[in-house]
Every structure is written in C-alpha cells, then in structure tokens.
C-alpha cells in the first residue's frame, strides 16, 4: 500500500509545500482537498476517486475546484465527496456559490454522519471500511481511521491487512474511547503545526505540537508516525533520538510516496 503526499503544510502553500492533501492510489481515496490536490491526475490507479473531508476549512478544501482539471486530464467514472453534512453545506452554498466559483462540479456528496445504531458502523468506501470520530478544532473536525482487509482484491497487492488513521486539526485526542479506536494502526498521519514552546497558541488555535502527538502516539500504540499539517512560516523539527517516540516518526514532505 502506498501513501503519496501531495500536500503537507497547514494553512497556505509555500515554495516547498501545498496545503492538505494526500492519496491512495490503489483505493482512489484522497484525503482532504488542499491545494496539492493539483498533483492528482498522474498518480490515478482506479477509475473512481472518494474525497474524505476532515472538515471546510480553505486550506483543506479549495482543491475541489481543482477537479474540473483533474478529471479533464485523468477521466474518472465517479467522484464521491465525504464529509459531515454540515461542512458540506458549507462548501456547496459558500465556496461553490455562483459569485466565487461558476461551475458544477463532477461530483456526488455524501454526509458521514449517521444517526441510531449506524453512527459508528463504518463506512464502505473503496473496498476500505472508513470511520471517523470527532475532533476539537475551531468550526469541528474529524479523524478517519481506514482499514483495508487481507488479500484486498484485483486493484491492490494482495497481503495482510492494513490500517491508517488520519488526524489533522486537531489539539489531539484525549478521549479513551477515541485513543482506543486509534489503536495499532499500521500509520498514524498527525498533525504537528507548533513547536513545544507554543503549546498555548496550538491549543487557543485547535492545533498540535510535538510532545502531545508523541502523548497521543503513546497512547494509540502506532506502529508509525508521520508529522503532517507543517508551518509554512515557522516549521517544527524532529531529533533523530528523540526519547518520546517508541515507534518510528518522522516528518513528511511534499510527492514523498510512504510504504505501508
């Protein structure tokens, strides 16, 4: 299974790094639509892509206007957007408004989230389950855990089963029960915007810094880390030796392609 990076800083792009937005390509899922969401359309496998939404803000979704191109260069079948449906409102009525953005798009939404006993009962996508629990963040946001089972069929490689948890904008978990639900993933994709020393902005703005990713780390048993969601301005670094990671962790670039 691989992972490509197409976009991992936070906010706005700079020379070296877009905003949000990662892909798989043997399942057609891209999470978040950032502005390296452009890089898309060399690297399609599938003849569908499934969008997963964390949550509206700018910097994680203005590359869905980016998809008239994409699919203009790479025909698709079907594209799925997924996302709360509150923020897919938002998109709808706000950024795709006739004044900002003239154009439909080649695009079906769906809502994640469900009411009753399917609240949490995954979601099939891209024969994937993908779930999702909420996240503190300004506005609300979501991680997805995606779990890919054994010998997956035709489009991938066949092998032992696989799981990625995606956790970005987000102060980190907390919760048992979400700490629980991230437990032993293969990859654990997590934002790190701050350094230690801005602990206090991190939280007042609903974002992370090192030692509380390597606390959630800990805490959710990843086998792997990767630090996302980079400062364009003022970028963390990461110690080679550092004592707080049990597991391998590292900080991700720009079209860097993860093995899993």
């Known amino acids: 299974m691989q992972l490509h990076?197409?976009?991992?800083?936070?906010?706005?792009p700079n020379e070296s790094r877009h905003t949000s937005c990662y892909f798989l390509p043997e399942s057609g899922i891209v999470l978040d639509a950032g502005t390296g969401?452009?890089?898309?359309?060399?690297?399609?496998?599938?003849?569908?892509?499934?969008?997963?939404?964390?949550?509206?803000?700018l910097d994680h979704i203005v590359g869905l206007t980016f998809l008239l191109g994409i699919?203009?260069?790479?025909?698709?079948?079907?594209i799925r957007v997924w996302g709360e449906a509150e923020k897919i409102a938002a998109v709808q009525?706000?950024?795709?408004?006739?004044?900002?953005?003239?154009?439909a798009l080649?695009?079906?939404?769906?809502?994640?989230?469900?009411?009753?006993?399917?609240?949490?009962?995954?979601?099939?996508?891209?024969?994937?389950?993908?779930?999702?629990?909420?996240?503190?963040?300004?506005?609300?946001?979501?991680?997805?855990?995606?779990?890919?089972?054994?010998?997956?069929?035709?489009?991938?490689?066949?092998?032992?089963?696989?799981?990625?948890?995606?956790?970005?904008?987000?102060?980190?978990?907390?919760?048992?029960?979400?700490?629980?639900?991230m437990q032993g993933a293969n990859v654990l994709l997590h934002e790190c915007n701050f350094h230690d020393h801005q602990r206090e902005w991190a939280r007042k703005t609903g974002h992370c810094?090192?030692?509380?990713?390597?606390?959630?780390?800990?805490?959710?048993?990843?086998?792997?880390?990767?630090?996302?969601?980079?400062?364009p301005i003022d970028p963390i670094s990461l110690q080679p030796n550092d004592s707080r990671f049990a597991m391998p962790c590292e900080i991700v670039d720009d079209q860097q392609v993860i093995e899993f």
């Open 5 to 12: 990076c197409l976009g991992t800083a936070g906010y706005h």
């Open 37 to 57: 969401m452009f890089r898309l359309p060399g690297l399609i496998q599938t003849d569908h892509l499934d969008v997963l939404l964390s949550h509206a803000h």
């Open 106 to 181: 080649p695009v079906s939404w769906h809502a994640i989230d469900r009411s009753g006993s399917d609240a949490e009962t995954p979601l099939e996508i891209a024969g994937a389950q993908v779930s999702w629990r909420h996240q503190e963040h300004p506005g609300g946001s979501v991680a997805y855990r995606i779990d890919w089972p054994a010998n997956r069929g035709p489009l991938a490689t066949d092998g032992p089963a696989r799981a990625l948890v995606y956790a970005t904008d987000t102060t980190g978990a907390t919760d048992p029960s979400v700490l629980q639900w």
């Open 209 to 231: 810094y090192l030692e509380r990713v390597a606390e959630v780390s800990a805490a959710a048993a990843a086998q792997r880390v990767l630090l996302t969601h980079i400062s």
């Open 93 to 103: 009525k706000l950024m795709l408004s006739e004044t900002i953005f003239p154009a």
């Open 71 to 78: 699919v203009f260069q790479h025909p698709v079948e079907r």
